[in-house]
T-cell receptor, first 111, second 114 residues
Framework: EDKVVQSPLSLVVHEGDTVTLNCSYE??????LLWYKQEKKAPTFLFMLTSSGIEKKSGRLSSILDKKELFSILNITATQTGDSAVYLC???????????FGKGTRLSVIA | DTEVTQTPKHLVMGMTNKKSLKCEQHMGHRAMYWYKQKAKKPPELMFVYSYEKLSINESVPSRFSPECPNSSLLNLHLHALQPEDSALYLC?????????????FGPGTRLTVL
């Protein structure tokens, strides 16, 4: 069973829409949750979340972690075509365990 | 400086060739990673080096051989690859040990095996 599950797997929206991407994770040894954006090349870091209920914000992007319900959301407001990408969620776990990536959400923003 | 560099950007090789991928970071990070990513899939972890020692090998075939000459450099030596090894190979680094630190990715090497 996957440790990190993202939904939806793909999404098409129009410019100006607000989108919410979801990521649920397995709790055992959980330490942090990270969001990355991947366009054509390598993933670029967006947010790292360790505390529940504290929103992290960067421009039109924001993210929050709910450690009771074991999920995180990534919000993008006023979407632009440049937001089109795959958004990856990754769980960080304690012990000698590297990041566990979800399958990603492919977001397409159309003009 | 949050940059991880990788060379070459593109590589085409035959199944009998020997080639190497290189990765470099100057952020003082002590953990470095190799990932393989196929189209429309998330990155798959291959190897992790922690303090220049191989700490994780995710059952990768021996035709892939990692090397960490020093704390800033990570190589991936390739020999006798198969066409199904064609993929984007990503290097990443993180500050401390492997558990949950933010990983910064290089731009990747797009490998094609003929």
């Amino acid at each position: 069973e996957d440790k990190v599950v993202q939904s939806p797997l793909s999404l098409v929206v129009h410019e100006g829409d607000t989108v919410t991407l979801n990521c649920s994770y397995e709790v055992t040894n959980f330490r942090s949750l990270l969001w990355y954006k991947q366009e054509k090349k390598a993933p670029t870091f967006l947010f790292m979340l360790t505390s529940s209920g504290i929103e992290k914000k960067s421009g039109r992007l924001s993210s929050i972690l709910d450690k009771k319900e074991l999920f995180s959301i990534l919000n993008i407001t006023a979407t632009q075509t440049g937001d089109s990408a795959v958004y990856l969620c990754a769980g960080g776990y304690s012990g000698n365990t590297p990041l566990v990536f979800g399958k990603g959400t492919r977001l397409s923003v159309i003009a | 400086d949050t940059e991880v560099t990788q060379t070459p950007k593109h590589l085409v090789m035959g199944m009998t060739n020997k080639k190497s991928l290189k990765c470099e970071q100057h952020m003082g990070h002590r953990a470095m990673y190799w990932y393989k990513q196929k189209a429309k899939k998330p990155p798959e972890l291959m190897f992790v080096y922690s303090y220049e020692k191989l700490s994780i090998n995710e059952s990768v075939p021996s035709r892939f051989s990692p090397e960490c000459p020093n704390s800033s450099l990570l190589n991936l030596h390739l020999h006798a690859l198969q066409p199904e090894d064609s993929a984007l190979y990503l290097c990443a680094s993180s500050h401390g040990t492997v558990n949950s630190d933010t990983q910064y990715f290089g731009p990747g090497t797009r490998l094609t095996v003929l």
